[in-house]
């Protein structure tokens, strides 16, 4: 049995990213653990959705809980630093925000359950955070020199293949189903190329489990969502492949697996 532990910036963001890998993993009787920055303070809430004083941070730690359980995560922690925000909104500036934290400090901490768990593969996200939220750069920031604090050598960017991105999106708009403008500044800014890319895992086999955990995030991610309305080919074509670039090893698509 290996281990694998995802590391993320908000509840709900190890479903989309890097759902299918961790339920494959499961599946496969491999220990998967799973490790969030921050409770998702900042998340918008539809009215009616949270009880009687709930916070939002309370219903999205229980919600990732339910999702974990769905995928077979076998531990789940979270490292209780504030959500940011989006970029440039007052939320960055709160001392006690993922973005405003010491890099040596977070990732003192997060390497401490690394050593703990001994990965064999550990996933983070790309320099840019995917898509440039600052809790996700700082995934990437505090990740990596976790890793390399912990001795932890199989080191994963989970990301998003750009160039496929590009496909979906041009086909969405031919289709009506999407408005050229919503795919100004995603071309660009997105993940990563495909040339850039080493990994490429298959979760189609998953797709249920993966449509299901995130459900249960229903705080953020509502049934009458893009995500949960989509058509089944569509969702397959988005969320069938989950892709990585490996730091350390040179580009190309060689890998299917983490583990």
Known sequence: MATLVTF????????ITTGGTMARAAADGHRVVLIVAT???HGEVADGILGEGESLGERRVKELHEAAAILGVARVEVLGYRDSGMISTPANDDPGCFWRADVEEAAGRLAALLREEQPDAFTVYDPNGNYGHPDHIQVHRVGVRAAE?????????????????????????EEGLMDAPTTEGVDRTMGL??????????????????????????????????FLTMPPEAFA?????EWYRRLGVPPGLRETALL
């Open 8 to 15: 993320h910036a908000h509840p709900d963001d190890e479903v």
């Open 39 to 41: 409770a998702g303070e």
């Open 149 to 173: 604090m912990a001795g932890v050598e199989r080191v994963f960017e989970a990301t998003v293949n750009r160039d496929e991105m590009r496909k979906l999106f041009r086909r969405a708009v």
């Open 193 to 226: 190329p495909e040339a850039e890319l080493t990994t490429r895992v298959d979760v189609l086999e998953f797709l249920e489990l993966k449509k299901r955990a995130l459900s249960a995030h229903a705080s953020q991610i509502p049934a009458d969502s893009f």
């Open 237 to 241: 074509a988005a969320f069938g492949t």
